[in-house]
């Protein structure tokens, strides 16, 4: 298993450009199910997450091309099988995403189920609810999701939780259905939204995307068409942190500050200089120690959970006592015992961690245990004294393109260890 090797930085300096969004790539790679035409997406990261999605399409007989770097050409006219194996799905949850679109275009799929992550229960429920409530029938049988329907017909659909890729499976299968759907208590992340311009762009009927009411007419077909994906806004938001967090100056381009609402008002809070242009970000915490924040998760537009854990890791260098509360995730505070390793002060009390901030962190050997969480521990690695190593690096390849190149473009020592050098 690769390693990464993290020594004290100092502050980061430069420029680097951000990659298009995993969560919003993974639902537009789904929704070429729904035609029978390519699917052409361009500003399409590349990660392990993209590469999964990818060889999930094509064990199911779809044609995937890549005309060039960070694009594909996506055409399911070819696709001969419905079937979402457990051997993938169970390296990713979001393989989940197949099951609208395929019900809805060929009428049946059969998923594997999740089960549960190192994140909690997590459980697809709501998905399921959401797609009998359309006219499927659903079985769960040898650890499979069996779904099938004639046509699915349009209906509302009242969300009991806040969903990302629940609303965004029904999304996908409101977009083919028989008359009008209407989303209540929908998931208004951008990713959402972006979906829902790429279905606009394919031919489907939705308005109020973005808003937590969507309402979607249902039409007899789609057709191909192409889609840039958008820029990633947790991508962004670790840059930013890894800026304050060494106390240095960055500039994030091709990014989108509207993306990042909540995350800059909570690094202004800790006393970051931030300017914003259309497409670029800059952070000036020269000199600076960042001052602890308060912060608890949200659907958005509150503060994302994908950013809870790198505020753990900037939480623990900054002056002050803060607290964060996690609402979105039971157990998501593994990243927590890790920082603890490197001398962190931090305490868990149900699904409240308080930070009392320390001057100084040591280096120390630490795991990742998910995506986000080994984000943490990277920009942690990069302010703490002496050297981190991080293991379990593939749950950070999951989700950040060469994060090891983009970093050390901006002045940080951090090395890739692979699997053939340290033996492991
Ligand atoms: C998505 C994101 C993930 C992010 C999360 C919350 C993708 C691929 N992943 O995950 O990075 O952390 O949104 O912003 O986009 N729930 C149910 N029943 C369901 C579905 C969800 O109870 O059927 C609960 C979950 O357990 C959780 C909450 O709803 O407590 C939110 O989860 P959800 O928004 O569905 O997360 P994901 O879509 O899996």
């Not at 503060?303 to 900037?314: G, I, S, V, Y």
Request: contains cysteine.
């Amino acid at each position: 298993m690769d390693k990464l090797l993290i020594a004290a930085s100092g502050p980061l300096a430069g420029e680097v450009a951000a990659s298009g969004a995993k969560n919003a790539a993974l639902p537009i790679l789904c929704a070429a199910l729904l035609i029978d035409q390519p699917l052409h997406i361009t500003n399409l990261p590349d990660l392990w997450d993209i590469g999964t999605t990818r060889k999930l399409l094509s064990q199911m007989g779809v044609a995937v091309s890549q005309p060039a770097v960070n694009e594909v050409v996506i055409d399911a006219k070819s696709i001969t099988t419905c079937v979402a194996p457990y051997e993938l799905v169970k390296t990713m949850r979001a393989s989940i995403l197949v099951l609208g679109p395929l019900l809805a275009k060929r009428g049946e799929a059969q998923v594997s189920l999740p089960g549960g992550c190192a994140i909690g229960a997590r459980p697809v429920d709501l998905h399921l609810l959401g797609l009998e409530a359309m006219g499927a029938e659903i079985k769960l049988e040898g650890g499979f999701i069996h779904a099938t329907a004639s046509r699915l017909k349009g209906t509302r659909i009242m969300f009991d939780t806040v969903t990302v890729t629940g609303t965004e499976n029904l999304l996908m299968a409101a977009v083919l259905a028989d008359g009008e759907s209407v989303l209540e208590n929908a998931a208004r992340e951008p990713e959402v939204v972006d979906l829902a311009r790429c279905l606009i762009a394919m031919g489907a009927k939705i308005e109020g995307a973005g808003s937590s009411t969507i309402h979607v007419q249902g039409v007899a077909e789609l057709h191909g068409a192409t889609h840039r994906v958008i820029p990633d806004r947790i991508e962004t938001g670790t840059f930013l942190v890894a800026a304050a967090i060494t106390r240095g100056r960055v500039r994030i381009t091709r990014t989108d500050p509207n993306l990042v609402d909540a995350v800059l008002v909570k690094l202004q809070q800790a006393g970051a200089k931030v300017a914003t242009g259309v497409d670029w970000i800059d952070i000036d915490c020269r000199g600076r120690r960042p001052d602890a924040v308060n912060l608890h998760t949200m659907p958005h537009p509150g503060f994302p959970t994908d950013m809870q854990a790198q505020f753990m890791a900037l939480n623990s260098f900054a002056d002050g006592v803060s607290t964060i509360r996690e609402t979105i995730f039971e157990n998501r505070f593994m990243h927590a015992q890790e920082l603890l390793r490197l001398g962190a002060e931090i305490r868990i009390e149900g699904n409240t961690a308080i930070i009392t901030g320390r001057e100084s962190l040591t280096g120390a050997p630490v795991m990742a245990t998910d995506l986000r969480a080994s984000a943490a521990l990277v920009l942690a690695g990069l302010a703490a004294e002496g050297e981190t190593l991080v293991d379990r690096v593939y749950h950070i390849d999951r989700g950040y393109e060469r994060i090891e190149q983009k970093l050390g473009q901006l002045g940080a020592k951090i090395r890739r260890i692979t699997k053939q050098e340290s033996g492991a």
